[in-house]
């Protein structure tokens, strides 16, 4: 079955850092989305990505989507102590429904 | 704006004993979805619910895992006889629509002792 890996599994980082972490999947992915947990909530959905190459940012985020489809990539410049929390990566989990199928997670750290 | 609840929050249970989760997904909302989330793992699909469409029931781990959706709005997620693997956190969500983004609740915390 589709499987996707995500690294790293966890960064501790000082503010004012940029962060990069990255996805990849066993099969081409027509979407990517990057989803962000903080502790005690469900995941929020921060970018998602429809087309191969495609470059996209929301604030200090930025995403890309593989030119091969099987990867996507986000960074986070400048990094502030609410970005801590927990970073998935996610893709259509196949079949008729929109069932997702995620990364095992990054766990950001951002000391102050 | 309402988003969507889960209830209860945490759960602890003896193992063996069966244990029901219910979802409240935001109003209009067509499609609702369970996930599995356990330690320092990601999520797991469970059940999808569309409509008046038949659910797809692919990512229950068991017949132990049942899941219901009453008048299109409210779902309950049901383990019987509970195992310790069963602790997790157990995540709803819901979308306007069977490919729209999917808004999760702040999940129910299941511990089987």
């Known amino acids: 079955g589709q499987q996707l890996n995500q690294s790293p599994q966890s960064m501790f980082i000082q503010e004012g850092e940029d962060v990069s972490m990255n996805c990849t999947s066993s099969?081409?992915?027509?979407?990517w989305l990057w989803y962000k947990q903080d502790p005690g909530e469900g995941p929020v959905l921060l970018i998602a990505?429809?087309?191969?190459?495609e470059l996209t940012s929301n604030g200090r985020l930025t995403a890309q989507f593989g030119i091969t489809r099987k990867d996507s990539f986000l960074n986070i410049s400048a990094s502030i102590p609410s970005d801590v929390g927990i970073y998935f990566c996610?893709?259509?989990?196949?079949?008729?429904?929109?069932?997702?199928?995620f990364g095992t997670g990054t766990l950001l750290a951002v000391q102050p | 704006g309402a988003g969507v609840s889960q209830s209860p929050s945490n759960k602890v249970t003896e193992k063996g004993k069966d244990v029901e989760l219910r979802c409240d997904p935001i109003?209009?909302?067509?499609?609702l979805y369970w996930y599995r989330q356990s330690l320092g793992q990601g999520l797991e699909f469970l059940i999808y619910?569309?409509?008046?469409?038949?659910?797809?029931k692919s990512g229950l781990p068991s017949d132990r895992f049942s899941a219901e959706r009453t008048g299109g709005s409210v779902s309950t997620l049901t383990i019987q006889r509970t195992q310790q693997e069963d602790s997790a956190v157990y995540l709803c969500?819901?979308?306007?629509?069977?490919?729209?983004?999917?808004?999760f609740g702040p999940g129910t915390r299941l511990l089987v002792l």
């Open positions: 969500a819901s979308s306007l629509g069977g490919y729209g983004t999917q808004y």
């Open positions: 099969s081409i992915f027509n979407t």
């Open positions: 990505l429809y087309k191969a190459g």
């Open positions: 996610a893709g259509p989990g196949g079949g008729a429904t929109n069932k997702l199928i």
């Open positions: 109003s209009g909302h067509t499609a």
């Open positions: 619910f569309q409509g008046n469409s038949a659910p797809d």
